[in-house]
């Protein structure tokens, strides 16, 4: 069952009150016209607050032609770059200067909704501020290099007192938080390095051999470990899973192959339920992965132009093209678009205090990190 299908079942008000808190609350929306709206002639700048190479770079430009051939008018579509601070320098420069004409659109992920759910405090912008046209569910694969010697999860498991691991990460704040945390709660010896610019840096660090345990969001796996492994430079261990309608974790339709976190979890520790930190974890898990990533646009965007937008995204990904070169470079993981995306959105910001709190803690005393 895929993330979108988290969406789809109304039992799933019952286990997942993050979503199904935010379907009940969202407002209705009155008809708007917006054929008269054209982006004829004009350029679309999309805010990508990571390096080239990442996952979230492979996801703005992968969808930055559809949106040219999408949008009324045909505009041009330009990715701009902004790396730093663990995504908050981009989305602090798209909060302060995107004018809400419809022309800047900031492409968010994970990392920029943690640091803003756990008040980082490099974080001057604030997502009841913008607007979502588009989400993307995703999963996420965690891979060690063949040097360690391991083959598949249950080895990982079983030989992990005796292993030791350098993780290439962004910030423990960023995305990097679900593996982190994964990785604590299996008791794996790792040592993370921080100041990667983002997790293509990190892969990058681990060709280079200079880390031997990694993390990759799915598109960004497909994309560029996939080889690795085919290579045999790298060994998959397993992936993050994905949601299903009783909101619970199951494996990866892109890789069933390999056991989901939970399963691992079982491996080491044994019943996921009675885990405080397992139930953190995929607090956290959802809140980064069910809306990974989502274009914004300002929230005083004309209503016309939004709706120009969701009306145009909601098309797309109906398209077969479209959906069979997702499935190639992004997996199998339907966009969300509409009232799914607003739900998606809100599953986000309503995150509960207690898996904040939880989390807080643990990064103080893991990484001293002082938020």
Not at 119 to 128: A, E, G, L, T, W
Not at 313 to 339: C, W
Request: hydrophobic share 40%.
């Amino acid at each position: 069952m895929l993330l979108n299908d988290f969406f789809n079942k109304a039992k799933l008000c019952l286990s997942c009150p993050l979503v199904s808190t935010a379907l009940m609350t969202m407002p209705f929306m009155s008809p708007v016209y917006a054929q008269s709206v054209s982006f004829e002639g004009e350029r679309i700048q999309v805010t990508v607050p990571y390096k080239e190479g990442g996952g979230t770079d492979t996801w703005g430009r992968f969808f930055g032609p559809y949106f040219t051939q999408a949008l009324p008018g045909e505009p041009i579509v330009m990715i701009k770059n902004i790396p730093g601070g663990g995504s908050t320098k981009g989305a602090n420069q798209f909060a302060r200067q995107a004018k809400d004409d419809g022309l800047d659109v900031l492409a968010s992920s994970a990392s920029t909704h943690y640091t803003y759910l756990l008040h980082d405090r490099r974080v001057r912008y604030d997502y009841h501020e913008w607007s979502p046209v588009l989400a993307s569910p995703t999963g996420g694969v965690v891979y060690v290099s063949k040097d360690v010697g391991v083959a598949n999860a249950q080895e990982f498991v079983d030989k992990l007192d005796t292993l030791s691991f350098k993780y290439a990460s962004q910030g423990a704040t960023s995305i990097d938080l679900v593996p982190l945390l994964a990785f604590d709660l299996l008791g794996a010896d790792v040592q993370a390095v921080f100041g990667m610019k983002g997790r293509g840096a990190g892969r990058l660090a681990f060709e280079r051999g200079e880390v031997n345990l990694d993390s990759q969001t799915s598109s960004a796996y497909l994309k560029k470990v996939a080889p690795l492994v085919e290579e045999g430079k790298a060994i998959p261990l397993f992936s993050f899973g994905v949601i299903d309608d009783e909101g619970r974790i199951q494996r990866d339709p892109n890789f069933p192959d390999l056991p989901h976190f939970g399963e691992v979890y079982a491996m080491a520790k044994g019943d996921t339920t009675t885990s405080q930190g397992f139930q953190v974890w995929r607090s956290f898990f959802i809140a980064g992965f069910v809306a990974q990533k989502v274009f914004f646009l300002p929230k005083s965007t004309p209503e016309k132009i939004k709706q120009a937008w969701r009306e145009s995204m909601s098309k797309l990904i109906t398209q077969p093209e479209f959906q069979a070169r997702a499935e190639d470079v992004l997996g199998n993981y339907a966009p969300l678009t509409g009232v799914k995306a607003d739900a998606a959105v809100e599953s986000i910001l309503s995150l509960d205090d207690t898996s904040k709190a939880w989390v807080t803690s643990w990064l103080k005393e893991k990484y001293n990190t002082r938020l």
